[in-house]
């Protein structure tokens, strides 16, 4: 029994090994399927924004769409949240999610990471009137200072971690979320920089960005792709080419309006 049990046993591992060697690439499925899914939150300007029209606009969604020309695909673009991304992903429900995401363990775990997009990190807004009072973690974790937040991303995480003294708000609109600070229902809202910028540029002299010294995080933007080494390395070197001849510049600073 034991001789004729290990050739079964080997040609069962040959048989597996040749199945996983004949599956396509994602990037083979994508093109086969002529669409490239893209899920995206469709709440953070200035990288993807739906617009009361329903219409997807943003840095990332221009560059998604100019990422699918490239590939010679459709892109669909499929709606998820900041709390269900990470599961939505690991689901299968996109080939890829753009639209502001920061790089970080959990979802270099689940997938692959395309070269990073911008270097940012996690600074304050708050009303103008208190831009040189909100200036350190210290000053902001306070039991008389109220921060906001959107639910399930990379703010929710950070303000968690290092506010426990400071209520906290999980307010679940980031479309809205800036009118709470502006209202004087929350004092302060910690998020990256780029959106800590835009939003103090559509609120001239109410909210301004905290005259901190130095952003509390250092965070890098990317793309977050389904698992293979072709598709990594198509967007990879697309990605490339258009930071070296300003393509996602030029939409950035389109979207910073």
Known sequence: MKGSFLPALALAVLAAASQVRAEPSALAAIREAGVIRIGTTGDYKPFTYRTAAGDLTGADIDMARDLAAHLGVRAAFVPTTWKTLLDDFKAGKFDM??????VNPARAEAGDFSIATLSDGKRPIVRCADKDRYVSLAAIDQPSV???VNPGGTNDTFAHEHFARAPIEVYPDNKTIFEEIVAGKADVMVSDGVEVDLQARLHPGVLCPAAVTAPFTHDEKAYLL????????AVDAWLRQELDAGGWRKHLDAAMH
Not at 97 to 102: A, D, L, M, T
Not at 226 to 233: C, M, Q, S, T
Request: hydrophobic share 45%; net charge positive.
């Open 97 to 102: 999610v753009v639209g502001g995401i920061s």
């Open 146 to 148: 109220h921060v906001v």
């Open 226 to 233: 389904r698992r293979d080494p072709a598709l990594k390395a």
